[in-house]
Structures are given as C-alpha cells and as structure tokens.
C-alpha cells in the first residue's frame, strides 16, 4: 500500500504506517505532515503509525510534541527510527519502539554505533524502569540500572554504578562477554544463551566494583580485581 | 505576580496524590497564599469529594476547555478559605476531551488568578498523565515505601526527564515507622537511593486521613495529626522555608542502635 499522491513515502505493514521524513527544517516538514493527515483523515484515523526520520538529531520535547500533535489527530505514534542514536535514546525514554524489526518481523537489525572503529554506546544518565537499550556492540552506562530496565548487548556491558534490573551481554552468542558493575543487585544476568542460576541474596558487604562472568557453564560473580578478561 | 504551578503525580494509583494535592492546597491557602487546585483526573475526579466541595460543582475543567463557561465560573470557591478555589475535572468525559496544549493554556489563564496552581494527576503514564504535568512548573511524584510503587514512581522520573522539565522532587507517602524498625519496610534512604531525586517530605501513615477524607476536610485542619504536620511542612518547604523532616519517633535505644551498626 503506496500512497502516491504525499510527498512523505508512506509504507503499509501489518503493524500500521511507516512514514518516511527526509531532510529540511523539522517545523516545516511535521507541519506539512501534519496538513496532510488532516486533509485524508478517514484513511489516518485511528492508525499506529512509525515515523523514520533517518539520521536527524531530535531533542524530546520535539518528539513529545509530534506525538501529541498526532494524538489530536487519533493517530498514535508507536516507533520513531532513526541511525542517530541521540533519536534513539530520546524516542526510547519516551517509550516509543525503535526497532525495525517491530514492524517487520524477522530482520531482527541491532542498531550500529555512528561512530566507526568505536563499537560502545555510552549513556550518561541512569536508567529508569521501562527503559530499555539494544546495542550491537559494549554498553556503558556512568548511572544506575534501576529495576524494570533492560539492557541487550552484543558485546559487554559496564555499569558505573548498581544494577538493580536486567542485563543479556553477548546477545549473539558470544561467550566471553561480562557484566561490570560497581554493584549487582539482580539476579537477571544472561551472557551469550545462559542465564544466571542462583537466586542473588544480598548479603556481602562489598566495597568493591563486581564482575559477571561465563565460567563453563554457569555465570559466577567476583571482585572485579579478581578476575582479568581473557582474550 | 504570576503563579507557580505545581503538578502532583505518581504513576501508580491509590499512593496517595488526591489527599496529597488537598493537603498542601489547605495548607499553602492557610497561609495566606492564593491557591487554585485543578483536578485533572477526568473521568474519576475525587478531589472535590476530598476537599468537601461535592455539592457546589456547576461547571468543570471540560466545560472551560471547550468553552461552555469562563475560567471564574469554574472555579469554585472553599468553605473555609476565600482565597481557595477548585476546579473539578468532569465526571462524564474522558482525558481525550483535553489536550497537553489545552492545559498549557489553561495553565497560563490561571497563572493570574493565583500564587499556585495545584493540579491532580491520573494515575497511569497515558494522556491523562501528560495532560496533567504539560503546565506544571515543578513536580511533585508521590510514593509509598513499597517496591512497586517505587518501580512506577521510576518509571515516572524517567518520563518527566523525557520531557526535559525541571526534576521531579519527592514524596513518601504512608511511612510506617515501626514497620521500618522492624525491617518490614522499605526506609527513606531505601528509597531516596533507587530514585536518586530531591525529597520534600515524608508523610507518615496516619488514621486521621481516611477520618478526614470521609468527612471533606484535609488533614491539615487536624492540629495534632501528624500527617497533617507533615504536609504543612512540605508547603512550608514549596514556600521556601527551611524545615527539618519530622522525627517519626523511631525508639532509638542502646540496642536497636548497636544492632544496626552490625547490620
């Protein structure tokens, strides 16, 4: 389902419309857009709509303001892609999908660094519930991971501070990535296809930054200065 | 001067926002302030039950939004204090009947009609929820000392910073103290850690609330409630007043001290 007559691309999937918003001032295009909508509202009507704005950088509020924007319209904003991991982060603690792979089942695409050679996102804040960070790469994060937060790497993951909610390192399969952290209070570790097996009881008194590892079969949790990557 | 426009959240329901947004409007209009609280909860509005106002509802929240009266009519004037008014949120509506942008400009209209504007938020982190804090200035999230209603005030921090408004400071509603003795409850410092926000007050779990629920007249009015001392505090604290948190008479002997250093 094409729709000839706009000058956005707009694809049908089963989930609903993917809505493509090239370069230019960000005002005017949503303006357009937005005029657009209004002028066929019977077609956009209650639709689930994502919106790829490819590698624009969008600030929250910009987002926020579409989406409600939308919302008059009742047409519900679902999932904003974009190759800026800027938009990615913003339009994830907003909550909205930025996963292709949500509209179209099966690519299953892990979002890339934009930076090339440096394959680690690093996220300056902490990480509340309902967050939730997929990354093709290592991970670090200079906060906390608060319970009902996830994060997926395919690489490994460095929290700067307590990990309270779920941590999957080595998502494709590798078996040498590890979980850092200055503390870990969860028991939902998973390295490559193994998850953490005993239920984590918070008794020792650490003082010191803790490490998740693959040893055999299982994951073990040590002092960090006791255990040295191997590569 | 203009007002300041306090929006009252939660995420989780029944924590405590309605008797919270009651209670620090008495206090704010006990002293001397000119106060106006918004019940945004459409659909489910309470706060005129809370605040003993039932009886005199003409017009709502809706009815301004969409025209059919002006913002005075509105707003409803307290038994007890002049300078106090509500407006209700409507009861046969939904909170699609409003928008963000409605209640930003509601906002501003009512910026000269006051000092602050108190709003009461839905529970949820829908419409209703953005509708409610699009205005606000500063925000007040309200949480018991239990772990979900911390994991839904989280969540709420994490989507108030998604907006880029001012941090959200906290309150901890219903503490228990003996129960924190007992190791039963979450404490303060439990909470405070997970969340990592200001706090502006700890309420304590006080039967004279539901009394005066029942009875239209926050607890404020209760001179020896000690809920009602704590949320006259947290005006006190709104208006910028210095005041040390209450001492919710933990029983801080020899032994519980010893124990809890070998904790």
Not at chain 2, 6 to 23: C, L
Not at chain 2, 151 to 171: C, F, S, W, Y
Request: net charge negative; hydrophobic share 40%.
């Amino acid at each position: 389902m094409i729709e000839p007559k706009s000058k956005f691309p707009i694809k049908g999937f089963r989930e609903g419309l993917l809505i493509t918003i090239g370069e230019g001032d960000w005002q005017k295009q949503i303006d357009e857009l937005l005029l657009h909508i209004d002028g066929q509202q019977e077609f956009f009507e209650g639709a689930k709509v994502a919106i790829d704005v490819n590698e624009r950088k969008l600030r929250a509020a910009e987002v926020s303001k579409l989406r409600d924007k939308l919302a008059d319209r009742r047409v519900s904003l679902f999932a904003l892609l974009s190759k800026s991991a800027a938009t990615e982060a913003v339009a994830e603690t907003l909550g909205l999908s930025t996963k292709k792979s949500d509209l179209k089942s099966g690519t299953g695409e892990l979002p890339h660094a934009l930076h090339g050679g440096e394959n680690a996102l690093i996220i300056h804040k902490t990480l509340r519930s309902g967050a939730s960070v997929k990354f093709a790469g290592d991970v670090v994060v200079d906060g906390d991971v608060n319970p009902g937060a996830e994060i997926m790497a395919s690489g490994s993951i460095y929290i700067w501070g307590i990990l309270r909610g779920t941590a999957h390192a080595g998502i494709e399969g590798s078996r040498k990535e590890l979980i850092a952290a200055l503390e870990i209070e969860t028991s939902h570790l998973r390295i490559a296809d193994v998850d953490y097996q005993e239920p984590k009881i918070k008794v020792r008194i650490k003082k010191k930054a803790e490490k998740a590892f693959l040893d055999g079969k299982n994951i073990k949790i040590v002092d960090s200065d006791q255990y040295k990557r191997l590569e | 001067m203009t007002a300041k426009i306090i929006t009252v959240t939660s995420g989780k329901g029944g924590v405590g926002k309605t008797t919270a947004t009651a209670n620090i409007a008495v206090a704010l209009a006990q002293m001397g302030q000119r106060v106006v609280c918004l019940d945004a909860d459409i659909g489910l509005r309470n706060l005129d039950v809370v605040m003993g106002l039932e009886n005199r509802i003409v017009y709502d929240l809706v009815d301004v939004i969409e025209g059919r009266c002006r913002l005075k009519q509105a707003m409803i004037r307290d038994k007890r204090f002049d300078e106090l008014h509500l407006i209700p949120a409507a009861q046969t509506r939904d909170k699609n009947a409003v928008s963000p942008s409605d209640m930003v400009k509601l906002g501003d209209e009512l910026r000269e009609e006051a000092d602050w504007v108190i709003i009461d938020s839905p529970a949820g982190i829908e419409r209703g929820f953005r509708n409610a804090i699009a205005p606000a200035d500063e925000i007040l999230v309200v949480t018991n000392p239990d772990v979900s209603a911390v994991r839904d005030a989280d969540r709420i921090i994490g989507l108030i910073e998604a907006e880029q408004k001012e941090p959200a400071k906290l309150i901890i509603n219903r503490m228990h103290p003996e129960m924190v003795q007992r190791g039963d409850m979450l404490d303060a410092q439990d909470v405070l850690d997970l969340l990592a926000v200001k706090l502006i007050g700890i309420v304590p779990e006080d039967e004279h609330v539901i009394i005066s629920t029942n009875v239209g007249k926050p607890v404020v009015l209760e001179e020896k409630s000690m809920a009602g001392q704590a949320f006259r505090n947290i005006s006190r604290r709104l208006m910028g007043d210095e005041v040390p948190l209450l001492n919710l008479d933990y029983k801080d002997d020899f032994i519980t001290k010893l124990s809890r250093i070998f904790k």
